[in-house]
């Protein structure tokens, strides 16, 4: 490359720019050509600091560990037992999280729901109500109550194990639901009461309560309706967390599901999803402070999701307070979403396994996010069912391996302590100190 | 008739008493005096019966409601008969707003004034008001009747889907998408058939039809600046 002009000058060599990188240019040349901003499924994309840049530190002459294969090491979780005659009792602190019919096919709910039933725990419906195969194969089935209401009914609201008021999402705080023409077919189309193929749009506030004295009087009304029942959560994204859990508590909720930034979608715009909101890292610590400073922690249970992928990041949630996770993302790979033995349709889609986001174009190869009844065929729901089983069990051994590492008997157990941060970073969100020091960021009394 | 003073019953067993009723019940009329403005009465009925709540109410009085029939002799708070899915709510008095949000199916009546966003996102159920409505009324309203025998505010039918409005007197303004339709013998027929439901005289060719224009149904970025 070292050329050199008519005049013996040598060339600098071609540098890309870090500002217009290759994704960015791509990303104008798309806008340009079409006039419409990306919209997508997932997550947040870009790297943020996470549960990655936390370790435990395991046992040693301070703190003894518990045997392996001999001691226990509980992993049971309630929830919602403050104010519901039935609170929610879950064999694993992992649920799973609400992913909407409509955006998910039929089976891939059913599987969901097969999945979740068992490993003991808990599977939530979304926007689109409730369907008979994922009620039917939901031992705990958590019903959303979204800004949109598709499909609310009190009948399936009383088939509910738990109501979940859905006020954010940590894909999109401040944003509604998308679906696209394409995936509304005829049963999608009743189940919200609207033509077929057009865009849905869902509402990203509620059409009858706003704020936090509103939520009040709008809790008491789902009770009511439900006899007091069962127990009604609030999700957030996590936004404020300080804040919204706080306001949360105060209107009465029983329990708080907090969705940082990297928390999945079925679709909205790129821009919403990689620039609004916080990392999950960065929201746990100031929710468990207001369940805290209100002397409700572990009264209120802290549901934390967003990137959850392993028995790590579950560990590490739960050490730095959070009572439960959800997973939604993760979940769908287990099912078989963008699996490799895709890749020459992935290509066909122009994309590659592991990069496939356009959930929202019902052209799913692996038949998950999808209504295209010849693509939702090639999904088996039993099988599907056991592989999520089996993810949900593995998951919950890793965490279990870690927590009797640190020497403790249960999962709830463990705690900021038993961990340390490799970034600056990680150190000021997670409040542990940073590895090697006995320090964060904005620790007082404590300088270096 | 069966009386309950909610003063003294309390909500819990007021509402319990109330869901107690079943399909069969003899108990067809109740009378709830004394309720001072308190949410969520008479929410989550399912059995036919006629509930009389004797003052005004607060949020959410007959939420979801199926089947029965309540009447407010007063007049109501904010989300009166959200999500009504069957059944009829008379309001004596005026409606706050969201009147009916999100309702999927029976009646709504309001002899006086409904406030802002009445009937938002309503999805099937017919609400009749005698007098004015407020703005953003049927916004995002996907299925269902809103008559409005006075006036509308500004911004009727917002983004508004296949539900249909009937006005007698003036609209403010329009929502985005929503436009002045043509009033053909099936509309005066069912316009007839609410009024009738809903007890108001009033004559069907007195009113002009909204109702959505369909082009916001698909995006289309010369529409962008519609929102
Ligand atoms: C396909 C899909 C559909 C979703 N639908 C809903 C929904 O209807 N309601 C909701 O509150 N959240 C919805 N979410 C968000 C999840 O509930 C959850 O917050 C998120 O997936 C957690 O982050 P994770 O995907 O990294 O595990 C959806 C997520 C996905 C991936």
Not at chain 1, 293 to 319: C, E, N, P, T, W
Request: with cysteine; hydrophobic share 35%; net charge negative.
């Amino acid at each position: 490359m070292n050329k050199l002009d008519p005049q013996g000058i040598p060339h600098t060599t071609p540098r890309q720019s870090a500002t217009f990188t290759h994704d960015i240019n791509s990303d104008i040349r798309r806008a340009a050509a079409t006039g419409i901003y990306d919209i997508r499924g997932g997550g947040a994309k870009r790297k943020v600091p996470s549960f990655d840049d936390l370790l435990f530190l395991g046992a040693s002459i301070s703190r003894y560990p518990l045997e392996g294969y001999r001691e226990k090491c509980e992993t049971t979780v309630t929830i919602g037992g403050l104010n519901a005659e039935n609170p929610i009792e879950l064999d694993i602190p992992i649920t799973i999280a609400g992913m909407s019919f409509g955006a998910l096919s039929g089976p891939a709910k059913e599987a969901l729901g097969r999945g979740a039933s068992a490993a003991g725990t808990s599977t939530t419906t979304g926007d689109g109500g409730m369907t008979p195969e994922e009620r039917g194969h939901s031992s705990k089935l958590v019903y959303q109550y979204l800004p949109s209401r598709y499909g609310m009914n009190p009948n399936d609201l009383r088939k509910a194990d738990a109501i979940e008021i859905v006020v954010g999402q940590g894909a999109k705080p401040g944003g509604g639901g998308m679906l696209l023409g394409q995936k509304i077919s005829d049963r999608v189309a009743e189940m919200r009461n609207l033509p077929k193929g057009i865009d849905q749009r869902s509402a990203c506030r509620h059409p009858d309560w706003t704020g936090p004295d509103d939520l009040e009087i709008k809790i008491l009304e789902l009770r009511e309706l439900t006899g007091w029942k069962v127990p009604i959560y609030v999700k957030v994204a996590g936004a404020r967390p300080y804040y919204d859990t706080t306001l949360a508590i105060k209107a009465g909720a029983d329990a708080v599901v907090l969705d940082g930034m990297q928390g999945g979608t079925a679709a909205t715009q790129d821009v919403f999803i990689e620039h609004v909101g916080q990392p999950t890292l960065a929201i746990v610590r100031p929710a468990v402070q207001a369940l805290q400073d209100l002397g409700m922690h572990r009264k209120v249970q802290l549901i934390l999701s967003g990137g959850i992928r392993s028995g790590a990041d579950v560990a590490k949630a739960m050490a730095l307070g959070a009572d439960a996770v959800a997973i939604g993302t993760a979940a769908l790979i287990a099912l078989g979403d963008n699996d490799p033995k895709w890749e020459t349709e992935y290509n066909a889609l122009g994309t590659t396994a592991g990069a496939y986001d356009d959930w929202h174009e019902g052209q799913d190869p692996a038949g998950i996010t999808t209504q295209d009844p010849d693509l939702m065929a090639r999904f088996d729901p039993v099988e599907g069912g056991r592989r999520l089983r089996n993810y949900l069990k593995v998951m919950t051994l890793e965490a279990q391996t870690i927590a009797r590492a640190c020497g403790k008997n249960h999962l709830h157990n463990l705690e900021p302590e038993d961990l340390v941060a490799l970034t600056m970073e990680a150190a000021a969100m997670a409040q542990v100190p940073l590895a090697g020091t006995n320090w964060y960021p904005g620790k007082s009394g404590n300088s270096f | 008739m069966q009386k309950i003073d909610l003063s003294e019953t309390g909500l819990r067993a007021m509402n319990k008493m109330l869901h107690g009723q079943s399909e069969h019940t003899n108990q067809t009329t109740w009378e709830i005096v004394n309720p001072k403005g308190s949410h969520a009465i008479a929410c989550g009925l399912d059995a036919p019966i006629e509930v009389t709540v004797k003052g005004s109410t607060g949020y959410y009085c007959a939420g979801m409601n199926q089947q029965a029939t309540v009447n407010i002799h007063g007049s109501a708070g904010p989300g009166t008969g959200e999500n009504i899915m069957s059944g009829k709510i008379v309001i004596e008095g005026d409606a706050s707003q969201y009147l009916g949000a999100t309702g999927h199916g029976g009646m709504i009546v309001v002899k006086g004034n409904a406030s802002s966003r009445c009937g938002i996102s309503m999805k099937g159920v017919n609400i009749v008001v005698q007098g004015n409505v407020g703005h953003m009324s049927a916004f995002m309203g996907q299925s269902g009747n809103l008559v409005v025998c006075g006036d509308a505010g500004d911004a009727l039918g917002d983004s508004c889907y296949e539900a249909r409005f009937f006005i007698r007197g003036e609209v403010k303004s329009l929502g985005a998408d929503c436009e002045k339709k043509e009033m053909r013998e099936e509309h005066l027929a069912l316009l007839q058939q609410l009024l009738d439901e809903a007890g108001i005289d009033a004559d069907p060719t007195e009113f002009t039809r909204y109702g959505s224009a369909r082009t916001l149904y698909n995006f289309d970025v010369d529409n962008a600046g519609a929102y």
